[in-house]
């Protein structure tokens, strides 16, 4: 592992792969997703890709759309290619529908909370997957493509092994600001697994996504470590984008980032979750001011443009400066209240598969769930595994 280093102290594992089990063949055997979930807030052009992709997979794709993501334009799109789908518009979910979480309590009214609604949105897909009583889900992101839909059938054939598979993120760089402005000023900085690009079963829906960055880290956690968690050699490709555009992107991501990278860096060492006490947090706070320091340094030595540097200092600061607002005490509480909610969140989706006791069809849960799909699509059987998911007189759309 490749680490940041100064004055023989090391402040950042710029890796941490050996905590993931790396497969480049996947097993042998049959299995199929059953639905792929994507959060967007962009146009629907955006969805287009995820549209083929569960078109080949003959799928159902779940689309949780807010901001520029209008509902009725997603459904166009995909019913004109013969897609199965639930297009959410999250204005129409009750916040009952989730447990009131203790993790964004916490930061709420503070300069921590995070203020947007992926996590949001991700939960809601686990909510609908746990109902619809699917086993095997795809996580992607709208702005993620995947070059080969064979890559998601291989990702989810592991699922048997592994409670989360992610793909090889290709493309622009999937990583924090700060973790940017290390990699272009000379240090190692991997990628890790995310929710980007995620194959799950149904074991994993018994986690949720904090409010908070890196959600997707916290959610492939159980409350002692990482649970078995894979990566394929399968492609997913990131668009690109300027990390540096907006140093308030650097600021939102801090507390996240901290929480995240801290606690793995524990990981890396053999130890646990609960190792990350008062002191640790003292410690790693230090060694994280003094890397952001870091950083900051090279990018006064490096080869770029002075606009370019210029944008990226601005965001280091942004960075530095939220990261020293970060208490040891705060890092414990949220902690403390995350593993509080995990169990808020298992003993939430118990109570709602005991209400829910029709059939399995995705209409059917949502519309239990309050969230109704327009029935103007008359769905064309386009292939036999989808006929057999849809009982004789169900709802068509």
Not at 101 to 121: C, H
Not at 149 to 162: E, K, S, Y
Not at 285 to 311: P, Y
């Amino acid at each position: 592992m490749t680490e940041a280093v100064v004055d023989g102290a090391t402040l950042h594992h710029g890796s941490h792969r050996t905590l993931l089990a790396h497969v480049a063949e996947p097993p042998l055997g049959t299995c199929e997703v059953d639905a792929i979930v994507v959060p967007t807030s962009r146009p629907a052009g955006y969805l287009r890709r995820a549209v083929e992709l569960a078109a080949k997979l003959r799928c159902t794709l779940v689309t949780l759309n807010s901001q520029r993501s209008r509902v009725a334009e997603v459904r166009s799109l995909a019913w004109s290619s013969g897609v199965d789908i639930a297009a959410v518009d999250m204005k129409d979910v009750s916040p009952a529908l989730l447990p009131t979480f203790g993790t964004t309590a916490l930061l709420a009214g503070t300069p921590f909370a995070r203020g947007t609604d992926t996590s949001r949105k991700r939960n809601v897909g686990l909510l609908v997957a746990r109902l619809a009583g699917w086993k095997h889900v795809v996580f992607l992101d709208d702005d993620i493509d995947i070059p080969d839909h064979q890559h998601l059938t291989d990702a989810v054939r592991l699922l048997h092994h592994f409670d989360g598979v992610g793909l090889t993120v290709g493309g622009f760089p999937d990583n924090s600001v700060v973790c940017h402005a290390h990699r272009q000023t000379g240090g190692f900085q991997d990628t890790f697994v995310g929710g980007g690009a995620l194959a799950v079963n149904a074991t994993s829906f018994e986690s949720f996504f904090p409010d908070v960055y890196n959600e997707d880290w916290f959610f492939l956690l159980n409350d002692t470590r990482l649970r078995p968690i894979a990566k394929t050699a399968g492609l997913a490709v990131q668009k690109p984008y300027d990390p540096f555009a907006n140093e308030q992107r650097a600021r939102t991501e801090e507390f996240g980032d901290v929480l995240a990278e801290g606690v793995f860096w524990l990981l890396d060492q053999g130890k646990r979750v609960q190792d990350a006490d008062v002191e640790y947090w003292r410690k790693y706070l230090a060694k994280r001011h003094a890397f952001i320091n870091d950083v900051l340094r090279r990018a006064d030595e490096s080869d770029i443009g002075d606009g370019a540097r210029e944008r990226m200092k601005s965001a280091l600061r942004a960075a530095r400066g939220r990261c020293t607002l970060i208490t040891p005490e705060l890092c414990v509480a949220y902690l403390k209240a995350w593993r509080t909610d995990r169990t808020k969140w298992r003993r939430h989706l118990e109570r709602q598969a005991q209400l829910f006791t029709g059939p399995k069809d995705v209409d059917d849960v949502l519309l239990t769930l309050g969230i109704a799909q327009p029935r103007s699509f008359t769905r064309t059987v386009h292939s036999s595994r989808v006929s057999s998911r849809v009982p004789s007189g169900s709802h068509s759309r």
